[in-house]
T-cell receptor, first 116, second 111 residues
Framework: EPEVTQTPSHQVTQMGQEVILRCVPISNHLYFYWYRQILGQKVEFLVSFYNNEISEKSEIFDDQFSVERPDGSNFTLKIRSTKLEDSAMYFC??????????????FGPGTRLTVL | KQEVTQIPAALSVPEGENLVLNCSFTDSAIYNLQWFRQDPGKGLTSLLLIQSSQREQTSGRLNASLDKSSGRSTLYIAASQPGDSATYLCAALGGSYIPTFGRGTSLIVHP
């Protein structure tokens, strides 16, 4: 069964450094998402992406964040200057459609980001 | 702003029991309500998705119901097994198709 993959599984970085989290969505999906989950907290929506553009973003997704689909398979989340509070689990998801109440998002296993 | 609450926060039961997990949401203007399972250190697996026009969905031993007017959804797990041990999350899909998640119910089913 096709699945969403994410690399790396765990990333440790120093405060102020840039990190890029990578995701390979399911191949025929058109909509891509990033979420984060701070330890012990709720899963929070960050951004959705379609047709090489951001569709929606939350208030968390400020200027230090950016997303990109650099080629036909990868979907990346860049954090420009990491802060301690960026430490969290970051999940990528993809769906075949959006704007549909029947659509299901498929989640990757996550990247645990630790900012020291 | 949508708020999603899940009760109970944690549940420990012996194998074989039937369980009810509760999810409530403050804004009834949702497109759908989705239940996920999350195993420790892992991603989310979609279990059931109920569209706003539907009342319930079933998959195997799982049944999810939705009452939009009262802002509630329940996940019913029949004949629980140790393999059901996980955290169960509900998410309400509202305006702009942005999902709002609850904190989850942590379930342990012991043999």
């Amino acid at each position: 069964e096709p699945e969403v993959t994410q690399t790396p599984s765990h990333q440790v970085t120093q405060m102020g450094q840039e990190v890029i989290l990578r995701c390979v969505p399911i191949s025929n999906h058109l909509y891509f998402y990033w979420y984060r989950q701070i330890l012990g907290q709720k899963v929070e929506f960050l951004v959705s992406f379609y047709n090489n553009e951001i569709s929606e973003k939350s208030e968390i997704f400020d200027d230090q964040f950016s997303v990109e689909r650099p080629d036909g398979s990868n979907f990346t989340l860049k954090i420009r200057s990491t802060k301690l509070e960026d430490s969290a689990m970051y999940f990528c998801a993809s769906s075949a459609n959006s704007g549909s109440s029947t659509d299901t998002q498929y989640f990757g296993p996550g990247t645990r980001l630790t900012v020291l | 702003k949508q708020e999603v609450t899940q009760i109970p926060a944690a549940l420990s039961v012996p194998e074989g029991e039937n369980l009810v997990l509760n999810c409530s949401f403050t804004d009834s203007a949702i497109y759908n309500l989705q239940w996920f399972r999350q195993d420790p250190g892992k991603g989310l697996t979609s279990l059931l998705l109920i569209q706003s026009s539907q009342r319930e969905q079933t998959s195997g031993r799982l049944n999810a119901s939705l009452d939009k007017s009262s802002g509630r959804s329940t996940l019913y797990i029949a004949a629980s097994q140790p393999g059901d041990s996980a955290t169960y999350l509900c998410a309400a899909l509202g305006g702009s198709y942005i999902p709002t998640f609850g904190r989850g119910t942590s379930l342990i089913v012991h043999p």
